[in-house]
């Protein structure tokens, strides 16, 4: 079993421009993911606060309890990423050497 280069776009960057326009271009990428995650969490809540307000039309929800929700979900991403993060570890010698 073949296993392509790890790194995606940033390696193909990196290996056709150099390494120091590659480094760069790299964490123009790790920027622009963590703010496009910070914004797809964002979103999200706002998602859930509509769906909630339509469905209990007499509570009223501010901008405070869409702090909230981001909170929470802030914290389920990161227990369920550690918990894939860990299946993984504990697995990964057996999908390697298949």
């Known amino acids: 079993m073949v296993l392509p280069a790890p790194g995606g776009a940033y390696y193909l960057i990196s290996r056709s421009l150099g390494p120091e326009f590659g480094g760069a271009i ?37 901008v405070c309890e869409l702090r909230v929700s981001v909170i929470f979900l802030r914290k389920y991403l990161h227990m369920v990423t550690l918990a894939v993060l860990e299946v993984v570890l504990k697995r990964r010698t057996s999908w390697l050497n298949e």
């Open 26 to 62: 790299g964490i123009v990428f790790s920027l622009a993911n963590a703010v496009a995650a910070a914004m797809y969490v964002v979103g999200f809540a706002e998602t859930i606060r509509d769906i909630l307000r339509v469905r209990f039309p007499s509570q009223f929800f501010c």
